[in-house]
T-cell receptor
């Protein structure tokens, strides 16, 4: 049972454009929502994370938008750069089992010149 | 500070064999989690260890086991290997139990022939 659905599977964005990746979750007990970035041959690296008590969190060019009623959250990458080309995973976990992350299926982002 | 290290990085085994993978967490981190990453199933949580005890477990058969040593280093073992066990096995460490921020290692790529 996939508890976190992620879309799109792949995304091509021009340099300077906005990349948007969406995730939806089913388990209302989830209360921690991180995004991870993974480059080929590397492990995932934490990019940004949000809790349900806020609707938006911004760190540099990366913004998470969170809609608790819709059980959806999204990652926006502003001014996308070729160096952002990677696979992005959303994830979710709940208090008490915070390290037991349930991951989305991943989005392969390619930023073209 | 050195990151999470995993050994070996690559491994080839045949069906029926067993394998042991090793993970050294970031210095000072006491919680270690293991994940399996495959193209078909994505990233799936295997188990978490803290203070030498398994604290959380994912939905994997008993062939997958692990342990943690007093210095927080962890090993995972897969017995009676199957072709479907071919995957990237990722280790992640965090400061303590319930700490949300996890730092992933580069993974061990296991190929079962």
């Amino acid at each position: 049972q996939q508890q976190v659905k992620q879309s799109p599977q792949s995304l091509i964005v021009q340099k300077g454009g906005i990349s948007i990746i969406n995730c939806a979750y089913e388990n209302t007990a989830f209360d921690y929502f991180p995004w991870y970035q993974q480059f080929p041959g590397k492990g995932p690296a934490l990019l940004i994370a949000i809790r349900p008590d806020v609707s938006e969190k911004k760190e540099g060019r990366f913004t998470i938008s969170f809609n608790k009623s819709a059980k959806q959250f999204s990652l926006h990458i502003m001014d996308s750069q070729p160096g952002d080309s990677a696979t992005y995973f959303c994830a979710a976990s709940k208090t008490g089992t915070a390290s037991k992350l349930t991951f989305g299926t991943g989005t392969r982002l390619q930023v073209t010149l | 500070k050195a990151g999470v290290t995993q050994t070996p990085r690559y491994l080839i085994k045949t069906r029926g064999q067993q394998v042991t993978l090793s993970c050294s967490p970031i210095s000072g981190h006491r919680s270690v989690s293991w994940y399996q990453q495959t193209p078909g199933q994505g990233l799936q949580f295997l188990f978490e260890y803290f203070s030498e005890t398994q604290r959380n477990k994912g939905n994997f058969p008993g062939r997958f086991s692990g342990r943690q040593f007093s210095n927080s280093r962890s090993e995972m073992n897969v017995s009676t290997l199957e072709l479907g066990d071919s995957a990237l096995y990722l280790c992640a460490s965090s400061l303590g139990l319930g700490q949300e921020t996890q730092y992933f290692g580069p993974g061990t790529r296991l190929l079962v022939l």
